[in-house]
């Protein structure tokens, strides 16, 4: 069991992940919407115990939901905290799909993009007025490049005037990162996600990016003020509230060192990619070892099951695509991809689904 406390509701069912625009489309302009997934959620679960034709699915993420830059197909490009994305539907739209999860037993997590806002933002905005706008502190500026390159090897420092000054974006120039040594940046987000957990109603959050948020002069993501600023910022704002809030980090790490115990502390739990990679190499080679392995490392790492599973997701092909050209024929690499989903579904951990 969990060495904080009684089992929690993640603990004990199956997570779905879904991509609102690509699943199901209730009015004909070939947007998917939250009318359409509430058309779909008897079929992820009807609510009723006994066995049925539903998945059995007990919770729901959602990739980003708010309004987006339009350019930005999954969503991470957020140009509004406050809204929802106009082609899904409205607010009020959004919160009856909340509803319906729940009459059915369905939690809703959505994702929450913290670490960075969209050049289109009207935070961005402001701040490209320079040092006179309230929002300029907000980003992170420099009059040299200070780093020549990102862990990817991509430049993160970007310029809107020529040269004369540069902003830091860790990802791409179109997503400027936020300032989190700026208390009013953390004081605003506490906020977005306050209205999200208590106004709308969901039930917790995939942090996008969770590893990002603070960096130095030296280092680029997996700062200790990182994981300090969730333990004395995020966590206890979020557990002070009504109801059982949940919240998943997305680290694509080897969590192999002390900041990384996130369980009950500054965070719930984070995802563990490697267990995918080693199940992924296990079936290839045809040799359990890689990932008898791995799972020795992570039953020793996390406290007892407290850590994200998936073997595919947004940012993946396909799980079946990836094995399936290993094997000499549809049926076999079947097998192989039941065998493997079995083991995600019975194996320590939360288990993810991607549909």
């Given at each position: 069991?969990?060495?904080?406390g009684k089992?929690p509701?993640?603990?004990?069912?199956?997570?779905y992940?879904?991509?609102?625009?690509s699943?199901?489309n209730?009015?004909g302009?070939?947007?998917?919407?939250?009318?359409?997934?509430?058309?779909?959620?008897?079929?992820?679960?009807?609510?009723?115990?006994?066995?049925?034709?539903?998945?059995?699915?007990?919770?729901?993420?959602?990739?980003?939901?708010q309004?987006?830059?339009?350019s930005?197909?999954?969503?991470?490009?957020?140009e509004d905290?406050?809204?929802?994305?106009?082609?899904?539907?409205?607010?009020?739209e959004?919160k009856?799909l909340?509803?319906e999860?729940?009459?059915?037993?369905i939690?809703?997590?959505?994702?929450?993009v913290?670490?960075?806002?969209?050049?289109?933002?009207?935070?961005?905005?402001?701040?490209?007025?320079?040092?006179?706008s309230?929002?300029?502190d907000w980003?992170?500026?420099?009059?040299?490049?200070?780093?020549?390159?990102?862990?990817?090897?991509?430049?993160?420092?970007?310029?809107?005037?020529?040269?004369?000054?540069?902003?830091?974006?860790?990802?791409?120039?179109?997503?400027?990162?936020?300032?989190?040594?700026?208390?009013?940046?953390?004081?605003?987000?506490?906020?977005?996600?306050?209205?999200w957990?208590?106004?709308?109603g969901?039930d917790g959050?995939?942090?996008?990016?969770?590893?990002?948020?603070?960096?130095?002069?030296?280092?680029?993501?997996d700062?200790?003020?990182?994981f300090?600023?969730?333990?004395?910022?995020?966590?206890?704002m979020?557990?002070?509230?009504?109801?059982?809030?949940y919240v998943?980090?997305e680290q694509?790490a080897?969590?192999?060192?002390?900041?990384?115990?996130v369980?009950g502390?500054?965070?719930?739990?984070?995802?563990?990619?490697f267990?995918?990679?080693?199940?992924?190499?296990?079936?290839?080679?045809e040799?359990?070892?890689?990932?008898?392995?791995?799972w020795?490392?992570?039953?020793?790492?996390?406290?007892?099951?407290?850590?994200?599973?998936?073997?595919?997701?947004h940012?993946?092909?396909?799980?079946?695509?990836?094995?399936?050209?290993?094997?000499?024929?549809?049926?076999?690499?079947?097998?192989?991809?039941?065998a493997?989903?079995?083991?995600?579904?019975?194996?320590?951990?939360?288990?993810?689904?991607?549909?």
């Amino acid at each position: 069991e969990p060495s904080y406390g009684k089992i929690p509701w993640w603990n004990q069912g199956v997570f779905y992940e879904i991509y609102v625009r690509s699943f199901k489309n209730s009015d004909g302009d070939r947007h998917g919407d939250f009318l359409g997934l509430i058309e779909k959620l008897d079929y992820l679960n009807d609510g009723d115990p006994r066995p049925t034709k539903d998945l059995g699915i007990t919770a729901i993420w959602l990739m980003p939901i708010q309004e987006n830059l339009p350019s930005n197909r999954h969503g991470y490009h957020t140009e509004d905290f406050y809204s929802v994305e106009q082609d899904y539907g409205s607010m009020e739209e959004f919160k009856l799909l909340i509803e319906e999860a729940h009459k059915r037993g369905i939690k809703v997590i959505i994702d929450l993009v913290i670490n960075h806002v969209s050049n289109t933002h009207p935070w961005f905005q402001d701040a490209l007025k320079g040092p006179e706008s309230p929002y300029y502190d907000w980003f992170i500026w420099s009059d040299t490049v200070i780093h020549e390159e990102g862990p990817w090897g991509q430049p993160v420092w970007n310029t809107p005037d020529g040269g004369q000054s540069y902003y830091f974006a860790i990802f791409n120039f179109l997503i400027p990162d936020l300032n989190y040594r700026n208390p009013e940046v953390t004081k605003e987000i506490l906020e977005v996600s306050r209205y999200w957990l208590e106004e709308v109603g969901v039930d917790g959050f995939r942090i996008d990016a969770s590893r990002h948020l603070l960096e130095d002069e030296k280092n680029l993501m997996d700062l200790p003020e990182t994981f300090q600023w969730y333990r004395d910022h995020y966590f206890p704002m979020y557990k002070a509230l009504e109801g059982e809030k949940y919240v998943i980090g997305e680290q694509f790490a080897h969590p192999d060192r002390p900041e990384f115990q996130v369980a009950g502390e500054g965070l719930d739990m984070s995802f563990d990619h490697f267990i995918r990679i080693a199940l992924e190499s296990s079936l290839i080679k045809e040799d359990a070892k890689d990932f008898y392995q791995e799972w020795e490392r992570i039953l020793g790492q996390y406290p007892s099951g407290q850590f994200g599973t998936f073997l595919s997701n947004h940012d993946l092909d396909r799980f079946m695509s990836v094995i399936e050209g290993h094997y000499p024929d549809e049926e076999t690499a079947f097998l192989a991809a039941k065998a493997s989903a079995s083991l995600l579904l019975t194996l320590p951990g939360v288990p993810y689904l991607y549909y």
